[in-house]
């Protein structure tokens, strides 16, 4: 299993960019599917963005051609660059992995019910 902690939020204006990143510790994490989701008050948290152990990427509608997640597993970190942010992308962000122990996913990559480890959450505001 793998310890995650997010860093990067902010409060920024329409248009802006911001760079979140997730440090991890644990030893699968090179094998760990890993991803970023998010959470508006009053909403159910939902899918952003994932990336398998081998570096490939899937994204929610809302994130294609505005959001890029990446990792580095020299550094155990995965980041998530969001360009041209709207105010409805205002919420929680959290990063997520699974426990590395099986390379394929088990579950829906945007299901959280595949991801057991979650960071604390960092806040993300956009104003208009």
């Known amino acids: 299993q793998v310890q995650l902690v997010e860093s990067g939020g902010g409060l920024v204006q329409a248009g802006d960019s911001l760079r979140l990143s997730c440090a991890a510790s644990?030893?699968?994490?090179?094998?760990?599917?890993m991803a970023w989701f998010r959470q508006a008050p009053g909403k159910e948290r939902e899918f952003v963005a994932a990336?398998?152990?081998?570096?490939?990427?899937y994204y929610a509608d809302s994130a294609k051609g505005r959001f890029t997640i990446s990792r580095d597993n020299a550094k155990n970190t995965v980041d998530l660059q969001m360009n041209s942010l709207k105010p409805e992308d205002t919420a929680v962000y959290y990063c997520?992995?699974?426990?590395?122990?099986?390379?394929?996913?088990?579950?829906?990559?945007?299901?959280?019910?595949?991801?057991?480890?979650w960071g604390q959450g960092t806040q993300v505001t956009v104003s208009s």
């Open positions: 997520a992995g699974d426990d590395g122990t099986s390379l394929s996913y088990s579950r829906p990559y945007y299901y959280t019910s595949q991801y057991d480890s």
């Open positions: 990336i398998n152990w081998s570096g490939r990427t």
């Open positions: 644990g030893r699968t994490f090179r094998t760990s599917n």
